[in-house]
């Protein structure tokens, strides 16, 4: 495997259901994000982890529970969704001091809640 | 408020038929200019970084500049395998390794 990667890469869940999604990188980065991108909407960012320690947790909703277990694998725990929640949930990865701080992105997990 | 604003939304192209995208921003302190490809059902490619006003980077058909206020990605002669959603993202100065995205320019290039 290379670069980062994403599982599963599709997820249709109901609103009382509890869900993972895993992502893993490959590139030896030490930080990595959880974004979510909806249709004519900037990608929004959730959750940055640097060096496994969440440095940012921008006013997300607390049915999403971000896990960053070591440097290489991050999840993000999914309970009792909103249909407002379906959309694309994009991973990325990037090197912080001493790499120039571009972000490398996962393929994303289409999430639709039903 | 730190502003990414891309235009135009969407751009209809010939194959050849050169043209550029523009991504103007109002930031405190720009860090770093990020220029990314999307296409359907994939995640964001990384293109270009860009860190001062004057620089330039190329790869294939594609150039990016950088003033103190924009930022342009010219196409020359692009081909269909072109077509995609660019994105541009800033880092800016105290904001630790955020990215600020715009909402992109959807390109199709036609035969």
């Known amino acids: 495997e290379t670069g980062v990667t994403q599982t599963p890469r599709h997820l249709v869940m109901g609103m009382t259901n509890k869900k993972s999604l895993k992502c893993e990188q490959h590139l030896g980065h030490n930080a990595m994000y959880w974004y979510k991108q909806s249709a004519k909407k900037p990608l929004e960012l959730m959750f940055v982890?640097?060096?496994?320690?969440?440095?940012e947790n921008n006013s997300v909703p607390s049915r999403f529970s971000p896990e960053c277990p070591n440097s290489s694998h991050l999840f993000l725990h999914l309970h009792t969704l909103q249909p407002e929640d379906s959309a694309l949930y994009l991973c990325a990865s990037s090197q912080e001091q001493g790499g120039g701080y571009e972000q490398y992105f996962g393929p994303g997990t289409r999430l639709t809640v039903t | 408020e730190d502003q990414v604003t891309q235009s135009p939304e969407a751009l209809r192209l010939q194959e050849g038929e050169s043209s550029s995208l523009n991504c103007s921003y109002t930031v405190s302190g720009l860090r770093g200019l990020f220029w990314y490809r999307q296409d359907p059902g994939k995640g964001p490619e990384f293109l270009f970084t860009l860190y001062s006003a004057g620089e330039e980077k190329e790869k294939e058909r594609l150039k990016a500049t950088l003033t103190k206020k924009e930022s342009f990605l010219h196409i020359t002669a692009p081909k269909p395998e072109d077509s995609a959603t660019y994105l541009c993202a800033v880092r800016i100065t105290g904001g630790g390794n955020k990215l600020t995205f715009g909402t992109g320019t959807q390109l199709k290039v036609e035969l």
């Open positions: 982890y640097s060096l496994e320690e969440r440095v």
